[in-house]
Nanobody, 125 residues
Framework: QVQLTESGGGLVQAGGSLRLSCEAS????????MAWFRQAPGKEREFVAA????????NYVDSMKGRVTISRDNAKNTVYLQMNSLKLEDTAVYFC??????????????????WGQGIQVTVAS
């Protein structure tokens, strides 16, 4: 059974930084791309970032380019999301997800087959 467990969320002041982690188990982690999505209250879940199976390729949503970095450590079965210069509008529940694809071109919820439980990120003024 595939399990994804996020950590590292919390409350941060606007302009601050957070690093989210997602540890995976139950699948050969290094074979598949991983991604982060987020969902704000009353809004649909949206793509944030993806990293290819080997970490060589990344993809980001335009609204967070330059402020966020996705990376992975296949030896630790973990994917990370480093977020800097956080804004109030970044407040959301953040989810990590895994897909049966290897690349980073897939940005739709439907392309990902396993999800973490989500972790709250709150940016305060």
């Amino acid at each position: 059974q595939v399990q994804l467990t996020e950590s590292g969320g919390g409350l941060v002041q606007a302009g601050g930084s957070l690093r989210l982690s997602c540890e995976a188990s139950g699948r050969t982690f290094s074979n598949y791309a991983m991604a982060w999505f987020r969902q704000a209250p009353g809004k649909e879940r949206e793509f944030v970032a993806a990293v290819s199976w080997n970490g060589a390729s990344t993809n980001y949503v335009d609204s967070m380019k330059g402020r966020v970095t996705i990376s992975r450590d296949n030896a630790k079965n973990t994917v990370y999301l480093q977020m800097n210069s956080l804004k109030l509008e970044d407040t959301a529940v953040y989810f990590c997800a895994t897909t049966y694809y290897m690349g980073t071109a897939h940005v739709e919820v439907k392309d990902y087959d396993y999800w973490g439980q989500g972790i709250q990120v709150t940016v305060a003024s």
